[in-house]
């Protein structure tokens, strides 16, 4: 049997952080990331219309020989991972796997609140969805949870504009909403894999003694638990260290904005 390059989905350049983690925790594995920016963001979009994005991405990422593929994105975690899970994999794909970045974070967010109260800042699409509200209340019932859509976030990241002073007024104006939620919160989570972008904005704008959570690292040591505990499909991976990129999009634009999430230059081709 050929192996298998691991898969890493986003809808767009997001997922290039929880990348870098990955990469950075297993180097030696080779890894296809695939960016739908044609299609981005998808944080309005409905269920449906997410799932089947995120479902023609995944099999394209199946046709390119990913027997395991990481949906890189909070948003198609929350709207389309569990059918895809549940009916497409069993029906069509019942060799193959693909994880996503809401349950890992759940399992260990405990691990950050002494409180028991946290925030959640994401996407329309994934608070809308109560993905986190649910998933963490499975494993944490105690735990309390609040949260926070920012929908102008992504834009402003998207557009290079995340830095700059005009992107002051949308930070601020959400993380006051989510703090005036509850005082209790001690900890807030980026459920968005673009938000790491705003963490130096994001420390001014929260207070002092918030923990603020990113996902990269979390996503990074589930994945080195879950290939420890199925050797049968860690076998069939392939490791020769190799990074490829596809986009939906123009590969030229995808690689001047890329290298900002991924930390590195970035060469990629289209679909």
């Not at 180097?27 to 409905?46: F, Q």
Request: net charge negative.
């Amino acid at each position: 049997m050929q192996a298998s390059p691991i898969g890493i989905f986003d809808s767009g350049y997001g997922g290039l952080t929880v990348f870098r983690s990955i990469a950075d925790k297993l180097p030696d594995y080779n890894y296809i990331y695939l960016g739908d920016n044609a299609r981005s963001p998808y944080g309005d979009h409905s269920f449906e219309t997410i799932y089947r994005y995120t479902l023609e991405c995944v099999e394209w990422l199946f046709a390119k020989g990913c027997h395991l593929v990481i949906l890189a994105c909070n948003t198609a975690s929350a709207k389309a991972l569990r059918t895809i899970q549940q009916i497409d994999l069993p029906a069509k794909y019942p060799d193959r796997r693909v994880l996503g970045v809401i349950r890992p974070t759940a399992e260990v967010i405990n691990d950050y609140t002494s409180t028991k109260s946290v925030g959640i800042m994401g996407t329309r699409g994934t608070v809308n969805s109560q993905s986190y509200f649910l998933e963490i209340s499975k494993f944490f019932p105690e735990i309390k949870v609040y949260q926070q859509s920012c929908p102008m976030w992504v834009p402003l990241i998207e557009n290079n504009e995340h830095l700059q002073s005009g992107a002051d007024f949308f930070i601020n104006e959400y993380c006051s909403s989510l703090m005036q939620q509850s005082e209790d919160i001690d900890c807030v989570l980026l459920a968005c894999t673009h938000y790491p972008l705003l963490l130096p904005k994001l420390k001014n704008a929260l207070p002092d003694y918030i923990k603020i959570l990113t996902q990269g690292e979390i996503v990074a040591n589930s994945l080195v638990n879950y290939l420890e505990r199925h050797s049968e499909l860690e076998e069939k991976l392939a490791k020769n260290g190799k990074k490829y990129f596809y986009t939906s999009g123009d590969a030229i634009a995808f690689d001047e904005h890329a290298s900002i999430f991924f930390g590195e230059d970035v060469e990629s081709s289209s679909m």
